[in-house]
């Protein structure tokens, strides 16, 4: 991908990512650090098992999109995420099996299923706000959470925490860092970056807002 050299566009960038990094300082409600052992290894397995439908679904929505982003540099990339989420799908199913889990009984909830369907309705946005949604807000947002899932299951299962850490984490960051060059590429305009900052917003509030029903459900031991 030519390397876009514009310390507009870069400063935007770090900027958008403080933000970011700013909303999810107070809104994080996936796992509860300070819950009983017995409780938080509940919500891990829990997010588990919702992260096998989250990566299906991630198939489907970058597979739609594909079509919809007419800059090669940035389409070119997409195909390698769609096949990490794919292989991210199956370590995770195949980890639950050992577990003694039944890694397709989970059930979305609405507000989870709601927010990959619009995910996928999205493929039609220009590519600068699919990709700040998705690849650099949402993919960021699950690099730092899988972080702390790793930080809290070395203890109550080091060989889910190590899957993770091995496994999954790396191809995050990289998917992370699609987000970030597509900005660096395309963010060239105070209205690109407007569209950027504005779709960033748009998606950490709906992700929030499933983030909140999902913990709703692992706390009643779903």
Known sequence: MTRIRDSG??????????ENEAFWAHHDARLDPDAPRDVLLSQIRYRMRQGV????????LIAAWIPWV????IRDLLPRQLEDEQRHYQLLRR?????????DAYEPLPEWEALFDWLVACRKRPTVEK????QFAGETQSCEGFETL??????????TAELYRTQI????YRHAAIGRQALLLLAESPERQRQAREACREMNLKVF????AHRARADRGS
Do not use: H, T, W
């Not at 566009?9 to 403080?18: D, P, T």
């Not at 980890?95 to 890694?103: F, I, S, T, Y």
């Open 131 to 134: 990709l700040a949604m998705f």
């Open 53 to 60: 439908y989250n990566e299906l679904r991630s198939v489907e």
């Open 95 to 103: 980890r639950l099996k050992d577990l003694g889990e039944d890694p």
């Open 150 to 159: 790793i930080r809290l299951a070395a203890d109550l299962d080091p060989e």
């Open 9 to 18: 566009a870069e400063r935007f960038v770090k900027e958008l990512a403080q």
């Open 169 to 172: 984490l790396p191809d995050e």
């Open 209 to 212: 807002q499933a983030y909140q």
């Open 70 to 73: 007419p800059e090669r540099e």
